[in-house]
């Protein structure tokens, strides 16, 4: 039986945007991924500082950001367990979902420099087939360096091209927040969504 390719993307989408969008299509056209799920992360460990939009907010903005695009779906393995949530086990735990599937992690840049402090990082990198890592502009790291750390690692990365504008969430909030023009970086019906509820106010 031939293997599918089936993408893992991981995010806290606070809000989701035309950015994480680009990424996703470019990483199902690059790597011929049969399935993208979407993993929303119900509380980042790393935005600990920070307030968080609730889950069901997040989620339905997701939902509307992806609903027409047949690839893409939204996995709950994180959402339904308890946290906290490692990488290294919803790998796992996906990788029983789907035995059929080699996986495929995106990672942002910044995630990648940082994977030597995140939990049995040479076992998620060993568990998963490639690397997809989306860089923003000036974001730099050393291959090198991370190869040192974790030996194998270099092989498994491939960088994902895309004219990408530098866009994030935190930027889209410090817009809304601050009356600036936003609406275009987002799906249409994301941004109808945070007008009804006003978010990010
Ligand atoms: P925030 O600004 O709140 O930190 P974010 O825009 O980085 O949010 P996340 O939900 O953290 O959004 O994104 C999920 C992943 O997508 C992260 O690994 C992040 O680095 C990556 N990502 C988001 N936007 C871009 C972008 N424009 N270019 C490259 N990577 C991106």
């Keep these: ?19 994480h969008l680009i990424l996703a299509s470019e990483a199902v056209h690059q790597f011929g991924l049969s399935r993208l799920y979407w993993m ?25 950001a992806i609903v027409d695009n047949p690839v893409f ?12 949530h490692y990488t ?28 030597p402090t995140w939990r049995l990082y040479a076992d998620l990198v060993a568990a998963v087939h490639q690397i997809g890592v989306m860089r923003r502009l000036g974001e730099d790291f050393d291959m090198l360096t991370l190869e040192t750390k974790i030996p194998g690692l270099t092989e498994k990365v491939v960088f994902i091209d895309a004219p990408l504008q530098n866009l994030s969430s935190r930027e ?7 009356g600036e023009a936003y609406r275009y970086y987002l799906h249409p019906a994301v941004y109808e969504y945070m007008e009804t509820h006003h978010l990010y106010r």
Aim: aromatic content about 2%; proline content about 11%.
């Design 73 to 84: 779906e939204i996995s709950h393995l994180e959402i339904d367990r308890p946290g906290p």
């Design 40 to 64: 929303l992360t119900p509380d980042p460990p790393h935005k600990q500082a920070q307030p968080i939009t609730s889950l069901p907010h997040r989620l339905k903005m997701l939902q509307s």
């Design 88 to 115: 290294v086990d919803t790998v796992r735990l996906l990788a029983e979902q789907r035995p059929d599937a080699d996986i495929v992690l995106l990672l942002g840049g910044d995630s990648l420099r940082d994977l």
């Design 1 to 19: 039986m031939t293997r599918t390719k089936i993408g893992l993307f991981g995010g806290t989408f606070d809000p989701p945007h035309v950015g």
């Design 172 to 178: 889209i909030r410090r817009r809304v927040l601050s």
